[in-house]
């Protein structure tokens, strides 16, 4: 859940800003430019801001097409081009009929867009009947909505298609509707309200659009002063709050002080409304730098939030605070952090029966939060549980129309006071708007109904990878979340809206279809079904490059991991040696101690790295118990304590298996074994409880007479066949095969060891 403003749901944009984006942190242009942004130059006749040719002066880039990642189309015949209006030919001419034609009937790429008379007036002025001096602000200001509109409906194509053809048009259309706005602003004397109004429009336009912040700041410098002339509260704090994000960009430090004296002024007049617009965005862009201090400073905002919230009883707001504060703690592992995301979750549950606070998004998203705890706990039985509550309350959301699939912002109510009548207006809806019962509204993006129910379905395919047995549980939640994802990524061109925050979603998208390939490709390993493991590989490869998804961080670990988990399951060691051994997932490279969730998931995956590596070069003519010492030691302290039990069994499996010098004491191993089982027991994993018992049984029981051992050979046979990992189906039952032999049971040994040879052909064809 990203804070950065929105129109509420039903109503049309505001005059300042369109919605944000909630799929990550809001581009100011389009992200598919690679090359420096060109910054606009307000030119000194107003008549060229749009020419024939479709030159753009608004800092747009129109070089993208030659940046190497998208290739230009094939040259297609020359169309006319359209006969767009430059603002000063206004004051040049009598208006005439075609002036006030929808922009959207043709575009640079020679393209109809839609049918204007389809458009929705709500949004301009009545047309001036022919016999009256027509209002030329209002015309401009039509106008150029009309522009930003047309551009709206074209970006979905132009963030499917990427041609040179359609971004040059929807950038010539925002450009166009700019040079109406500036147009209105220098050569029209204008009312001061209007005059406010357009300012920050304009500005609003630059943020979402550009990399101009110069011209926007001095455009909002300006609107500030005139609003506090006037006494517009409500445009002087929406434009302070744009402000404070363009100076986000550059400088963050000063953004965030800047926010502390709007906050102080607004709690100083008893505006508390804004006083929770200023903290959310303040504690947004505290946990955006990363740092300790900035981290701490965000909680104490979010603290003072639901200080404030539960004083006005604004029990919503209370449990946004908490739900922001827990994601906060998120960002920073260990127990302690986990211990304070847990409170903050039961703060937000306890308003669970408030008919203020059924607002889907939010419980939505407590229930992704709970069973993330609960994955980060790793208590099988506790993910479970949280596991079907949070299907039972998605399965009840796609019936939720509050919760729309196209539109990510919703509404979170205030209470009104008194002295919050004159600071909010429908002119802030973008930020604060006014409910149908009369109440003020904060405005905040989450994610869309399908993309937050795709990122339920990958959580069910992760807690359910443990048991992805047999029947594949795991890996059909995985597929459905896919299959999902994927259908809303072909039907994105549906939804209008910005260009940035089109191609961002779908780069979003992208990403995540990365980490739900990845998973599939795991519960294949585990199954040791190394065919589809290597197609699932190929086909992250084929989504990274279709998506432009950069490479990095966990992503990256995991995706690197992976690679080399399926050379060695193919018998290829010397390669996956060579792709543990990578800088990527060496520990070596490992952060320091102030360690975010990231580092930490790339921490972990380094040490998984390291024990696959250490069991590989136990084969004949690799093995060194002078070096398996040296790595045991260097894994102990960091394992031993680990707050992940998978990786304590883990590194308790290898530690009692690999050979040392001097070769551990036989109690050693006993303990190392014991302490194994009961992290299984804890995380209820399947393969690992059939690796441990595996071991106990080849160690203790190999060539051992009597029931004991047969009991130990049968356990180790039936939890490998409850795994469904054939390689380890074959490894148990040729154990079980010799136990019957030494005992004497001939038979069975024959259809035993015919069972293990069978398995080990489909796990190992060929070799």
């Known amino acids: 859940m990203s804070y950065h403003g929105g129109p509420p749901p039903g109503n049309e944009y505001w005059p300042g800003q369109d919605p944000p984006n909630a799929y990550g942190?809001?581009?100011?242009?389009?992200?598919?430019?690679?090359?420096?942004?060109?910054?606009?130059?307000?030119?000194a006749n107003e008549g060229q801001y749009w020419n024939q040719n479709g030159q753009m002066q608004y800092g747009m880039n129109t070089n993208y097409a030659n940046n190497g990642l998208y290739a230009p189309v094939p040259p297609q015949q020359q169309v006319e081009q359209p006969q767009f209006i430059s603002p000063a030919q206004l004051f040049q001419q009598p208006l005439a009929p075609s002036l006030l034609s929808h922009p959207s009937q043709n575009t640079p790429s020679g393209r109809t867009l839609s049918n204007p008379a389809s458009y929705n007036s709500s949004r301009m002025a009545p047309l001036t009947p022919a016999n009256t001096q027509p209002d030329m602000a209002q015309l401009l200001v039509s106008l150029a909505e009309e522009y930003f509109q047309a551009a709206q409906e074209l970006a979905p194509t132009a963030a499917l298609s990427m041609t040179v053809a359609d971004v040059e048009a929807y950038e010539g259309l925002i450009a166009t509707g700019l040079g109406c706005l500036d147009t209105a602003l220098k050569r029209i004397k204008l009312q001061p309200r209007m005059e406010a109004n357009?300012?920050?429009?304009?500005?609003?336009?630059?943020?979402?659009?550009?990399?101009?912040?110069?011209?926007?700041?001095?455009?909002?410098?300006?609107?500030i002063a005139l609003c506090e002339r006037n006494h517009y509260y409500d445009l002087k704090y929406a434009m302070q709050f744009l402000l404070a994000q363009f100076m986000a960009k550059k400088n963050p430090k000063a953004s965030m002080k800047a926010l502390d004296g709007h906050i102080s002024d607004a709690q100083t007049y008893q505006h508390f409304s804004w006083v929770y617009v200023f903290r959310f965005l303040r504690a947004s862009h505290a946990l955006e730098s990363g740092s300790l201090t900035d981290h701490h400073a965000a909680v104490q905002n979010l603290r003072a939030v639901a200080n404030l919230a539960k004083q006005q009883n604004d029990n919503a707001i209370h449990l946004t605070a908490s739900l922001m504060e827990a994601l906060a703690f998120l960002k920073i592992p260990g127990p302690e952090s986990l211990q304070h995301v847990q409170t903050a979750l039961a703060q937000a549950r306890s308003y669970q029966h408030d008919e203020s606070c059924n607002i889907p998004q939010l419980v939505g998203l407590t229930h992704i939060l709970d069973v993330s705890c609960a994955i980060i706990k790793g208590n099988s039985v506790e993910m479970l549980t949280k596991l079907k509550d949070m299907q039972s309350m998605m399965d009840k959301a796609l019936h939720e129309n509050t919760w729309g699939t196209t539109n990510d912002t919703f509404a979170i109510p205030i209470n009104r006071t008194p002295k919050s009548s004159h600071t909010v207006s429908q002119d802030t809806r973008m930020i604060l708007g006014i409910g149908n019962d009369g109440g003020d509204n904060l405005m905040m993006t989450f994610l869309g109904k399908k993309d937050a129910y795709s990122i339920t379905y990958l959580l069910c395919g992760m807690v359910l990878l443990h048991k992805n047995s047999s029947d594949q549980k795991g890996l059909k939640y995985l597929q459905a979340g896919l299959d999902s994802l994927e259908g809303d990524i072909r039907s994105a061109r549906s939804s209008s809206g910005l260009l940035p925050d089109?191609?961002?979603?779908?780069?979003?998208?992208?990403?995540?279809?990365?980490?739900?390939?990845?998973?599939?490709?795991?519960?294949?390993?585990?199954?040791?079904?190394?065919?589809?493991?290597?197609?699932?590989?190929?086909d992250l490869r084929t989504t990274v490059r279709k998506f432009e998804v950069s490479l990095t961080g966990p992503l990256a670990s995991l995706a690197l991991y992976l690679d080399g988990i399926y050379h060695q399951g193919i018998g290829d060691f010397d390669s996956a040696l060579q792709i543990f051994g990578d800088p990527k997932l060496s520990l070596t490279t490992a952060k320091s101690t102030a360690l975010t969730s990231a580092d930490q998931v790339e921490r972990d995956i380094a040490i998984l790295a390291t024990l696959n590596s250490l069991w590989i070069v136990q084969d004949k003519g690799l093995q060194n118990p002078d070096r398996n010492l040296s790595v045991k030691e260097k894994l102990e302290p960091i394992c031993v304590n680990h707050p992940n039990p998978d990786i304590r069994m883990a590194f308790h499996l290898v530690g009692a298996t690999v050979p040392t010098n001097p070769p551990l004491e036989l109690i050693e191993i006993k303990s190392r074994?014991?302490?194994?089982?009961?992290?299984?027991?804890?995380?209820?994993n399947?393969?690992?409880?059939?690796?441990?018992?595996?071991?106990?049984?080849?160690?203790?029981?190999?060539?051992?007479?009597?029931?004991q051992a047969e009991k130990s050979a049968k356990a180790a046979s039936v939890q490998a066949t409850r795994s469904g990992n054939t390689l380890w189906m074959s490894v148990t039952d040729g154990m079980l095969a010799r136990c019957y032999e030494v005992q004497g049971k001939t038979?069975?040994?024959?259809?035993?060891?015919?069972?293990?040879?069978?398995?080990?052909?489909?796990?190992?064809?060929?070799?």
């Open 198 to 223: 357009i300012r920050l429009r304009f500005a609003g336009v630059l943020f979402e659009e550009t990399e101009n912040s110069m011209e926007a700041e001095t455009a909002l410098s300006k609107g």
């Open 25 to 43: 942190v809001p581009q100011s242009r389009s992200p598919f430019l690679e090359n420096g942004p060109l910054h606009y130059q307000p030119p």
């Open 673 to 684: 074994l014991r302490s194994a089982l009961a992290c299984g027991n804890t995380t209820a």
């Open 747 to 767: 038979q069975d040994a024959q259809a035993s060891m015919a069972s293990a040879q069978k398995y080990a052909d489909q796990a190992l064809p060929g070799v």
């Open 686 to 707: 399947i393969h690992q409880m059939c690796i441990c018992l595996s071991i106990m049984c080849n160690r203790f029981f190999n060539g051992v007479i009597g029931p």
């Open 502 to 538: 089109l191609v961002s979603k779908r780069q979003w998208r992208g990403e995540i279809s990365c980490y739900f390939r990845i998973y599939m490709a795991f519960c294949c390993a585990g199954l040791a079904n190394w065919t589809e493991t290597k197609r699932y590989i190929d």
